[in-house]
């Protein structure tokens, strides 16, 4: 297996240029997959995991996901880049404290958002303290691992370009290496966002058919995820195969 410095050195050198694809596996068997189809990187899900656990969205818990992280990075040479939502904690020294933790699992990456509940995001200045506290300890140990912030504005539908470039730019400002609105669809508003923050990298979610990664790649973008689309098209079919079976009980 790789070690961490190679990974996340692997990990950087891809977001320096072009685009690629980060798919999100949900456990080991799925990432080892993705590996042999020659991926060069791969995401969690923080709702990929959870459904793995019977769970929904933001009800797992840090260690939960730190034990997830163990499986994924145990699994793959390749690099994994950490969906860790808002850090697990409100304040900037929980996040720190949690962002640590979390490195110790042998990511390469991971994203920190500005969530602070159902439909609320953190005041701004309150999300860039929490960004600038996760570069401060990533930077502390030295591992050079990538940051990546997140505004959750489109995905509770405050969908204003403004909003979020606002946010994003901030964030950069505060040291994350790479910036990410999930839920940002339109491609005046993707060009707009990469411009923005250039140079560092845009990630960008795809969330329906019509979003194709030359296109983005075209825009600008450097990297494209799909969330928990991976994991949701497995349980589909699981729900399918088992339906079928559970017509023919007697």
């Given at each position: 297996?790789?070690?961490?410095s ?5 990990f ?32 969690s899900?923080?709702?990929a ?6 769970l929904?969205d933001h009800q797992?818990?840090i ?10 990075c145990?699994?793959?040479d ?15 020294e ?7 933790r ?5 990511i390469?990456?991971l ?11 953190y ?13 401060a ?12 912030a ?13 909003l979020a470039?606002?946010r994003?730019?901030a ?8 910036l ?10 993707i ?13 960008v ?11 983005l790649a ?8 799909v969330g ?6 497995a349980?589909?079919?699981?729900d399918a195969?088992a339906?079928?079976?559970?017509e023919?009980?007697?």
């Amino acid at each position: 297996m790789s070690d961490q410095s190679t990974r996340i050195t692997a990990f950087r050198a891809l977001h320096e240029r072009g685009c690629f694809i980060l798919p999100n596996p949900w456990d080991a068997g799925s990432a080892k997959r993705l590996e042999k189809l020659g991926f060069k990187a791969l995401a969690s899900s923080s709702s990929a995991a959870a459904w793995t656990l019977g769970l929904n969205d933001h009800q797992i818990t840090i260690e939960q996901v730190l034990d997830h992280l163990d499986r994924l990075c145990a699994a793959t040479d390749l690099p994994v880049n950490a969906d860790f939502e808002s850090g697990f904690a409100d304040s900037p020294e929980g996040v720190a404290a949690n962002v640590k933790r979390a490195l110790g699992t042998g990511i390469a990456g991971l994203s920190i958002e500005d969530q602070a509940g159902p439909g609320q995001l953190y005041p701004l200045d309150m999300a860039v303290a929490r960004i600038r506290a996760a570069r401060a300890v990533i930077d502390a140990g030295g591992t050079g691992a990538l940051l990546v912030a997140r505004t959750e504005a489109y995905l509770n539908d405050l969908k204003d370009v403004s909003l979020a470039v606002d946010r994003l730019t901030a964030f950069a400002e505060a040291g994350a290496d790479c910036l990410f609105a999930p839920g940002m669809t339109e491609a005046a508003e993707i060009a707009e966002t990469v411009k923005a923050v250039a140079p560092k990298p845009v990630n960008v979610l795809i969330m329906n058919p019509d979003m194709r990664v030359a296109d983005l790649a075209a825009l600008g973008v450097r990297r494209v995820s799909v969330g928990g689309a991976l994991a949701a098209a497995a349980w589909r079919g699981f729900d399918a195969a088992a339906a079928s079976l559970a017509e023919q009980m007697v």
